[in-house]
């Protein structure tokens, strides 16, 4: 992975690129990264910083040495303050796990600005087909976690996402929001048409603790009903034995 292309040549980068290329090196001995943790955390240069984020892209043996150098270099960054914001920034866009950069945002930023990250990069996402579609899976689940209420209606069209993670994340985090009766038609039609028992159920789950009736789909959802559920006279889902 290039590390430079962002920022460009500076002063040091000689220097800068010697440790980023250590700090990648699995197989190298565990004092050689942290030197080099140390000292790219010292730099403090955006070129430094996008150096030093590349430490959360590989994984170490063994894993208390992977998970204590990880520590470090977020320690580096988040000291680094508002400067290390659009390197952050630029490392979500490629990074195939999006939880550090994450954590690291969380202390940089006020929660809503975190939450407008990640519904941002999640808006450069479609619901179509991906090789890897871990990064949206993370966003999603991350809005599961957070309150606010432009959440529903940025998740909401993952309901009808090809990947059945990804459905699920996007139905819970719906049912987290005080918002989500916003989203009750497609929870309803997305219920019609899924396939998968866990997130069917999941949904049934929400409509039944919120009471909500499943309206004119009811006679398509009582013919895919999930064993355990089932619909009252109002067409309201009911978990059987409650």
Request: charged share 30%.
């Amino acid at each position: 992975m290039a590390f430079f292309g962002l920022f460009g040549k500076s002063t040091g980068e000689a220097a800068v690129r010697k440790h980023a290329e250590r700090v990648l090196k699995r197989h190298a001995q565990s004092p050689d990264r942290w030197e080099s943790i140390q000292a790219l955390a010292a730099m403090g240069t955006p070129e430094a910083l996008e150096a030093l984020l590349g430490r959360f892209t590989i994984y170490v043996d063994p894993s208390i040495s992977d998970q204590e150098e990880k520590e470090a270099a977020f320690e580096g960054v988040v000291n680094a303050g508002a400067l290390a914001i659009e390197p952050v920034r630029a490392f979500m866009l490629r990074a195939e796990s999006l939880s550090w950069p994450i954590r690291i945002l969380d202390k940089l930023l006020e929660p809503t600005e975190v939450i407008t990250e990640i519904i941002g990069l999640l808006g450069k996402m479609d619901t179509e087909y991906a090789r890897d579609p871990q990064r949206k899976q993370q966003l999603l689940a991350e809005l599961e976690e957070r309150r606010d209420p432009r959440i529903v209606e940025a998740v909401k069209r993952f309901l009808e996402d090809v990947n059945e993670t990804a459905r699920y994340h996007a139905v819970c985090a719906i049912y987290a929001q005080a918002e989500a009766e916003t989203a009750r038609a497609e929870i309803v039609k997305a219920l019609a048409a899924e396939e998968s028992v866990r997130v069917r159920s999941r949904i049934l789950e929400g409509l039944a603790e919120r009471s909500w009736d499943v309206g004119a789909a009811r006679d398509k959802i009582a013919a895919v009903l999930p064993t355990g559920f089932t619909l009252d006279k109002d067409g309201v889902p009911k978990k059987k034995g409650k």
